[in-house]
């Protein structure tokens, strides 16, 4: 119970608009200014999501550059982790969906997101064929961007083995986010959280969150098993199941650290994050305050 407890903020997703809650950050200024108010609270990972002006999701590189940028640039820490999303929901193309992964320099993510399988959200499906999965593997690979795995069900994660196996994936403590309650896909209880953590690869870092009214107790439920969280309006838009309080980002990272501090686990910093999943520290030289971008 030790274990620093990483806290990876997924501020924006793909769904939520200002229809849905006025507090989705959706401009570049509105997530930089989400993610700063989410590190001081302890986050150290940013799951990001880009929006085009009428909030509709964006997979051109060039449209994370302004956010990415400017993260790094508000928050003094050269050592947070900066995760893009490959999502297939709206764009499922190859060349689209791996397109953020060109970023370079000072705006390349450390981290991207990779779904290890195809379900059914409620009001649509997610194809995530096999091509697709190894596709978009083989340019993280190539590129030096690590995968930050996604499984909504235990054949997701017994999918993964395979891909160690064969090469696809590296082998050296994958970081897997599990996601359960959505809807067609792994119900959130406390014993399909525990067997689908026992299906892991040796050696994995994960993290857990419920969708919807099951974010809080999934949480909770992977601070008490020594595993880590996933935050954010991405996974749902309230603080409470009875939807009486529309939810912040700081507000649920800052009422994780408060569950963590009750149970003893201290805040994992960037730094610490960085060691716990093999990525390699960056310098001040590397990303100073004021960033020149390259794309």
Known sequence: MSNPLIINCALTGMVPTKNDTPFVPVTPAEIIADAVRCYEAGGSIFHLHSRLTDQSPAWEKESYIEMISGIRSAIADPDIIICTTTSGRVH????????????????????????????????????????????????????????????????????????????????DRPYINLLLGSLGTLSASTRNLAAIVDALPDGAV????????????????????????????????????????????PMMVERVVRVAAAMERPIASPTDVRAMLGLKLNSAAQFPRELAISA
């Open 92 to 171: 499922n193309t190859l060349p689209c969906r791996s397109d953020v992964l060109n970023l370079t320099g000072s705006v390349k993510p450390d981290m991207a997101s990779l779904t290890l399988g195809s379900m059914n959200f409620p009001k649509q499906a997610s194809v995530n064929s096999p091509d697709m999965i190894q596709g978009l593997a083989k340019v993280m690979l190539e590129k030096g961007i690590k995968p930050e795995l996604e499984a909504f069900d235990i054949g997701m994660v017994e999918y993964s083995h395979y891909l160690i196996r064969k090469g696809f994936l590296s082998g």
């Open 206 to 249: 994960w993290a857990a969150t419920g969708i919807g009214q099951f974010q809080f107790p999934v949480q909770k439920l992977a601070i008490a098993m020594g595993g880590h969280v996933r935050v954010g309006l991405e996974d749902g838009i309230y603080m409470d199941a009875g939807k009486s309080q529309l939810a912040t980002n």
